[in-house]
């Protein structure tokens, strides 16, 4: 099924909630009347408890396939219903598709209807370069996808925990009083600092009113992100413990001050050039999912 946000106004300023509710009963009328021989509407309710009154609504495209069975095919519904590509010249794709014809008829019925009922909306043509969707639903669609590059932050904070394991073994051979105290403050200052940063600023944002997401999700949300700060801390100052104890060993230090300013620098500058790269190497995976993903929708 597809789901689809209909909200009329801003936490400012909004329709009263009845007032929305009727426009939106005669927009499914009509939606109905027109396509309800290939779209069918699950289910819809009013949401007040968000700052701004909104409905929820569920729908599912149909059509038989070549066996004469009933499925689930929304561009192959959407044919049957008559329409047509934007672009009648160009090939069918992502920017390029009947679902944005639809969705254009769809916003045209809504206006006209709420134009009934005194209520005048600004046509705004497109956002973000996403011309076939709502400002709503960009709005949302953005915030689906920063909470779910917050997952990838933390699995990318969890590696980096367990890096730090590693940089024990890197630095034991340097060590001399003055390589723990810039090693073990380094690692202090700029392993995870901006780390803890981004962890904060994200749970503000999740928590903040102006998120749309339901606030059971943004609750859930912001615990994990506490849970991720917490084993940040310890497994900083574990790490700082271990370190210091290992390069305070007197034969370590004894070795590495023989050879600490040709490795200290070379040692750390390859270790933060590896995790550079290793964070560019993941964060190129993640996106070629994103964009396989969005293909394949």
């Known amino acids: 099924p597809e789901e689809s946000i209909y909200q009329i106004g801003t936490m400012e300023e909004s329709v009263p909630p009845g007032t929305l509710a009727l426009i939106v009963s005669?927009?499914?009328?009509?939606?109905?009347?027109?396509?309800?021989?290939?779209?069918?509407?699950?289910?819809?309710?009013?949401?007040?408890?968000?700052?701004?009154?909104?409905?929820?609504?569920?729908?599912?495209f149909d059509c038989k396939n070549r066996y004469g069975e009933l499925c689930p095919q929304q561009e192959k519904a959407l044919e049957e219903l008559g329409f047509e590509l934007p672009d009648p010249n160009k090939p069918k794709g992502k920017h390029n598709n009947r679902k944005q014809?639809?969705?254009?008829?769809?916003?045209?019925?809504?206006?006209?209807?709420?134009?009934?009922?005194?209520?005048?909306?600004?046509?705004?043509?497109?956002y973000g370069g996403r011309a076939y969707l709502e400002k709503q639903d960009y709005i949302?669609?953005?915030?689906?996808?920063?909470?779910?590059?917050?997952?990838?932050?933390?699995?990318?904070?969890?590696?980096?925990?367990?890096d730090v394991e590693t940089l024990v073994?890197?630095?034991?051979?340097?060590?001399?009083?003055?390589?723990?105290?810039?090693?073990t403050d380094t690692v202090r200052q700029e392993t995870h600092k901006e780390d803890l940063r981004l962890v904060e600023e994200t749970k503000n944002w999740v928590l903040s009113p102006e998120r749309k997401a339901p606030q059971k999700e943004r609750e859930y949300?912001?615990?994990?992100?506490?849970?991720?700060?917490?084993?940040?801390?310890?497994a900083m100052q574990s790490a700082l413990t271990k370190i210091q104890k290992k390069l305070m060993q007197p034969e370590v230090k004894q070795a590495g001050k023989q050879q600490i300013q040709e490795k200290a620098k070379e040692s750390i500058l390859a270790f933060l050039k590896k995790a550079k790269?290793?964070?560019?190497?993941?964060?190129s995976n993640r996106k070629k999912q994103q964009e396989k993903q969005h293909m394949e929708l």
């Not at 669609?141 to 969890?158: D, I, W």
Request: charged share 35%; proline share 2%.
């Open 101 to 126: 014809t639809f969705d254009a008829v769809c916003r045209t019925m809504l206006f006209d209807i709420s134009r009934k009922h005194g209520v005048h909306l600004e046509q705004e043509p497109s």
């Open 277 to 283: 790269q290793d964070s560019a190497q993941r964060e």
């Open 221 to 234: 949300a912001a615990a994990r992100l506490d849970g991720v700060i917490s084993k940040i801390k310890n």
């Open 169 to 183: 073994e890197e630095v034991s051979d340097i060590a001399y009083d003055k390589a723990v105290e810039v090693v």
């Open 26 to 60: 005669e927009f499914y009328e009509e939606f109905e009347r027109r396509f309800g021989s290939h779209i069918h509407i699950l289910d819809w309710a009013l949401h007040l408890d968000e700052g701004t009154p909104h409905i929820h609504e569920r729908h599912v």
């Open 140 to 162: 949302l669609m953005k915030q689906k996808e920063q909470l779910a590059a917050q997952e990838q932050k933390l699995e990318e904070l969890s590696l980096k925990i367990e």
